[in-house]
């Protein structure tokens, strides 16, 4: 499972992916988690909060999003929680750095991995948005998934999956809603450059 990163100096967000003009206030969190409210990035550069780990729309029950916070890439296309959010519902979430841990339990250590030149880089993940059917208002919740993929070999040593993340060049291809080719989208889904992030030891 990969599941914890931060945010930190989150107001470059804006800058970095070229929102258009929100009223989110994006504050930092060192400590970000699955089943919280996320920073996500959707078409058009608007930004939203979503949480993180995907309902399905047919899902009865939301406590299976803290089950699907990750999405394994490989036959995503073919999946039937994530072929139709693959197609139309693609986004990018935001973040400074993502955490792994190696080890046996209780004797972990927790591992830093970010852009060499400290730059944000955007998860690729999917939303759904979803209707509790308990819920006779009509409410609508909107989840989000991070994509998950083989490691690069400088992520190898610390854990066998690593997050999507984009080249700012494929930024505007992913989010672009004119493509809905499943193998074109799935051709994005690779492991990151090793050669542009940098892994430090945290001892927080």
Known sequence: MCGRYELIDGQRVYSRFQ????????????DVRPTQQVFVLQTDHVLSLMKWGLI???AKDPSIGSKMIN???EGIENKPSFKKPLRYQRCII????F???????????KYRIARKDGELFGFVGLYESWHDPRDSTGGE??????????????????HTRMRVMLLPEDED?????DMSEPEEIVSLLRPY???LLHVMRDHS
Request: proline share 15%; net charge neutral; glycine share 6%.
């Open 19 to 30: 929102i258009a003009q929100s009223m989110l206030p994006i504050l930092d969190n060192s």
């Open 56 to 58: 399905p729309p047919w």
């Open 71 to 73: 999405a394994r890439a």
């Open 94 to 97: 935001p973040a400074s750095a």
């Open 99 to 109: 955490f792994e841990w190696k080890g046996s339990p209780g004797a972990k250590a």
């Open 141 to 158: 919740l909107t989840t989000c998934t991070i994509i998950t993929t083989q490691p690069n070999a400088l992520v190898a040593p610390i």
């Open 173 to 177: 291809h992913w989010l672009d809603p």
């Open 193 to 195: 450059p090793a050669g």
